[in-house]
Nanobody, 124 residues
Framework: QVQLVESGGGLLQAGGSLRLSCAAS????????MGWFRQAPGKEREFVAA????????YYADSVKGRFTVSRDNAKNTVALQQNSLKPEDTAIYYC?????????????????WGQGTQVTVSS
């Protein structure tokens, strides 16, 4: 099992930038990939981005491609999500997740471990 703790959320105006961080502990050696998801009020959890733990290959939802960047620091067991050009529709709770499956897709049920989430609110 992997324990995940997100940080870095906040309230900001449209067009601004934010950097979310996710600290992983526990059995990180068995992790294949890390993902970022978000959930807005009344909506389903939505895939944002993923990165493979060893090779650093990245994947993005079309809605954030070109604005968000996911990265990882294996030595520190952290994953970051750099968010630029934020829009009001990016407002959500952002979750970090880890999967031991050979999978980097958008299905939340294939990620075994989840953080508690961090709130990002973008005002217009």
């Amino acid at each position: 099992q992997v324990q995940l703790v997100e940080s870095g959320g906040g309230l900001l105006q449209a067009g601004g930038s934010l950097r979310l961080s996710c600290a992983a502990s526990g059995r990180t050696s068995s992790t294949y990939a890390m993902g970022w998801f978000r959930q807005a009020p009344g909506k389903e959890r939505e895939f944002v981005a993923a990165i493979t733990w060893n090779s650093g290959t990245t994947y993005y939802a079309d809605s954030v491609k070109g604005r968000f960047t996911v990265s990882r620091d294996n030595a520190k067991n952290t994953v970051a999500l750099q968010q630029n050009s934020l829009k009001p529709e990016d407002t959500a709770i952002y979750y970090c997740a880890a999967t031991r499956h050979i999978y980097t897709g958008s299905r939340p049920d294939l990620y075994e471990d989840w953080g508690q989430g961090t709130q990002v609110t973008v005002s217009s």
